[in-house]
């Protein structure tokens, strides 16, 4: 009887304690994971806010947790809205990174090769992922930087926690503590489409896979209503189902859509925007969808303003947040690196400390290191120091170390070709890189390359290549060169072969300039079977050159250029100069090749792109032959020696020691990836064109051309027809994949 009396007593003093609880309810939100529909949640956040709704608890999963965290860290929602607008969501979710943030050789890779694999013990093995979420990492810590010494989520100005799911046991772990912008990647790496996260030793991956709408943790942590958004997917019909991933999403579905049967009654504010007419990659459509959550939100208006009146405390103001400019790095602290020094990571990363540097150089250096593929993750944290932080660096190295690339390409010179590459990292010393081009088609062709890739020190390395064709040429291109009778002819087929050693060292700066010299054995084979030569040991062909040449060579190439096929902004220059010192002619005289080029692309117009270039090259000293002189004609990129394109010409149709070229091309892109391109150019070339003022007279040769290029994974698909003038006649050029 007693202990009764002493139960009701309790109870009657804890009543105002209850009431007083029921009287300020706790808020918990729940954000479900379903891609580019998760940015349903921001309209959704707009008119809680409105509604003044004070948030106490936010669990997320996958897209929720990245609105979810953001919200959390003390964004608006009208502040989460220009964030993901601003976003480009082609670059966030593919490895696809800066064009500036790769080397020349990591450029030259990206735009030469079609498809990348691994090939380690020459087994041919496929990535885990379509991406690595490196760009996710990036945008979410520099988001988070104002919180980086927070490593309870629950002291976060509104506590957050996000699932994700253990890739070995497929267990649901709640990421409630460590690293904030790690957290995020792991809930949101959509299988698949995203490799795995490693958090504590756990390999991780979405949480929509074991838990996508996690509203029994947010009440067991304290919230008395669960107000929850659900943007999940609904099932697809058959002919919805064209594509591996829409059949992985779809068996996913499966359980998820069972679970939400329970879990829809255990909250209390159900929000379910409609958003059918979208799928989890429709990010192009990010307003409309934006807009979907926030009409399904003004719904259950009513109901969240009685909450809002219901507590005592209103809602906590969510305070601007600037963006992040500079830093001053006091230290770098790198952790994870076994194969790769100290010195290595640092030149690729380009930072020079204590100092203060932008947050844009930060971004860059790390998309330096990115670029590189060695690495299948870089995770980092800027840890506060006073009057500064230091850059914590936890690498996570590529196990793999040989590659195997493929590309396949069409053109009018060298005409079908597929091209096999295999790559090895660290053969001889740890940060080498050696690469082996095989060109299988029409004619056979090889690239051979190896260097000690040293970042912005000095690097040193060896190039070989053989590269042959066949085409018919005017008969000018070698009638000073050998002891022949043409006999009338115009026209003949050559057969061209050019065998090229180089030894050379070579320097970065600023990622966009290199500049290096080196030594070069260079052994030219031309013949043709249109015509004879008295030359006993080749009675059936004439032979125009098969010498040997030995010399020096200096380069200095800056490239800013967004993209190399279809710019739409920066500066090109490329000089190259040749000392041809020695050579297997008798009798040989010394002379020198010098040539450049420079380019300009801005953006005068949405859509529009205006590139201004021009080109010229010189000899200097002997002319014992033409071989090395400049040709010009047709159309291409990476042409060997002095061969250059000219619209039209045909290829090789024009010929001199020295030579001055201007272009201007307006490319309009009418659709995503379609280019029309208009072009026209300009030229004088002859021999001794800058011996007086003849390169400043009114161009002797001119060439327009208009196009149609499409930009595909394979490369650029190209078709242009063109004409010249002073021939009056035109010419079709085709070109398909990328030029190698």
């Known amino acids: 009887m007693h202990k009764k009396l002493l139960i009701f007593i309790l109870f009657l003093g804890l009543l105002p304690v209850i009431a007083q609880e029921k009287e300020d309810p706790k808020v918990g939100l729940v954000l479900s994971g379903g891609g580019a529909k998760g940015l349903a949640h921001i309209g959704v956040l707009k008119v809680l806010e409105e509604a003044g709704v004070r948030v106490d608890y936010i ?87 104002h919180l980086e010494n927070v490593q309870d989520f629950g002291d976060l100005p509104i506590p957050f926690f996000a699932v994700a799911t253990n890739m070995e046991t497929g267990k649901e772990v709640l990421l409630d503590r460590g690293h904030l912008p790690q957290a995020i990647s792991a809930s949101s790496a959509i299988p698949s489409l995203f490799s795995p996260v490693v958090v504590d030793g756990q390999l991780l991956v979405d949480g929509g896979v074991v838990n996508n709408y996690p509203v029994e943790e947010v009440r067991r942590r ?18 919805e189902l064209r594509s591996v991933f829409d059949i992985l999403t779809q068996i996913s579905n499966f359980r998820t859509i069972a679970d939400m049967r329970s879990k829809i009654k255990k909250t209390d504010i159900y929000i379910d925007p409609d958003i059918k007419p979208f799928s989890v990659m429709s990010f192009e459509k990010g307003n409309e969808i934006i807009d979907a959550g926030e009409a399904a939100a003004r719904m259950k208006m009513e109901e969240l ?9 209103g809602a906590q103001e969510q305070k601007y947040i600037p963006p992040v400019e500079s830093l001053f790095i006091r230290n770098v602290r790198i952790e994870g690196n076994t194969s790769y020094p100290r010195a290595y990571i640092l030149g690729k990363l380009k930072i020079t400390y204590p100092d203060t540097i932008s947050y844009r150089d930060l971004n860059l250096g790390i998309n330096n290191l990115s670029a590189t593929r060695n690495f299948n993750r870089i995770n980092y944290r800027l840890a506060p120091r006073k009057d500064g932080h230091v850059l914590v660096m936890q690498l996570e190295e590529n196990p793999s170390k040989t590659l195997l690339r493929i590309a396949l390409h069409y053109d009018n010179v060298y005409h079908s070709g597929v091209l096999l590459n295999i790559t090895h990292k660290s053969l001889l010393v740890t940060n080498d890189v050696s690469s082996l081009d095989v060109v299988l088609g029409d004619d056979f062709r090889y690239n051979f390359n190896y260097y000690i890739d040293k970042g912005y020190y000095w690097s040193v390395g060896f190039r070989s290549r053989f590269n042959s064709f066949s085409k018919g040429v005017s008969f000018d291109f070698a009638s000073e060169n050998a002891d022949i009778d043409g006999n009338g002819i115009n026209q003949l087929e050559i057969d061209y072969e050019d065998f090229t050693n180089q030894f050379y060292v070579e320097t970065l700066f600023q990622q966009v300039f290199s500049f290096g010299v080196g030594l070069e054995h260079k052994h030219l084979n031309i013949t043709s079977e249109t015509i004879n030569t008295p030359n006993p040991d080749q009675p059936e062909r004439g032979e125009f050159d098969n010498n040997s040449y030995y010399g020096g060579f200096g380069y200095l190439l800056y490239d800013s250029r967004d993209s190399k096929y279809f710019p739409t902004r920066g500066v090109y220059f490329d000089s190259d100069f040749h000392w041809h010192l020695l050579s297997s002619i008798d009798d040989f005289t010394p002379f020198s090749v010098a040539k450049g080029s420079l380019g300009y692309t801005f953006s005068p117009a949405p859509r529009v792109a205006l590139n201004i270039s021009s080109e010229a090259g010189f000899r200097i000293g002997n002319r014992q032959n033409n071989i090395f002189d400049f040709f010009l004609g047709g159309y291409g990129n990476d042409f060997i020696n002095n061969f250059t394109s000219l619209y039209g010409y045909e290829f090789i149709g024009l010929s001199g020691d020295s030579f001055i070229k201007g272009l201007l091309e307006l490319d309009y892109r009418f659709l995503q990836k379609n280019h029309l391109i208009l072009s026209a150019n300009f030229a004088n070339v002859e021999n001794e064109l800058f011996e007086g003022g003849d390169w400043l007279a009114w161009p002797e040769y001119s060439g327009y051309a208009i196009g149609y290029g499409l930009d595909t994974f394979l490369g650029p698909v190209e078709v242009k027809y063109s004409i010249s003038p002073e021939r009056k006649k035109s010419q079709w050029y085709f070109s398909l994949g990328f030029w190698f």
């Open 59 to 145: 669990g997320g999963t996958s897209m929720g947790a990245i609105v979810g965290a953001l919200y959390s860290a003390g964004y608006s929602a009208n502040q989460l809205d220009s964030i993901f607008k601003s976003t480009n969501f082609n670059i966030l979710l593919q490895d696809e990174l800066p064009r500036g943030a790769k080397t020349f050789y990591e450029k030259r890779d990206s735009e030469r090769y079609a498809l990348t694999l691994p090939f380690d013990n020459f087994d041919i093995g496929f990535p885990t992922a379509l991406s690595r979420g490196q760009n996710i990492y990036n945008l979410m810590s520099k988001l988070t930087l």
């Open 222 to 239: 304290g919230a008395d209503i669960i107000i929850g958004v659900d943007v999940q997917d609904t099932l697809m019909e058959r002919d």
């Open 305 to 313: 303003k009685e909450i809002a009146a219901k507590q005592k405390v």
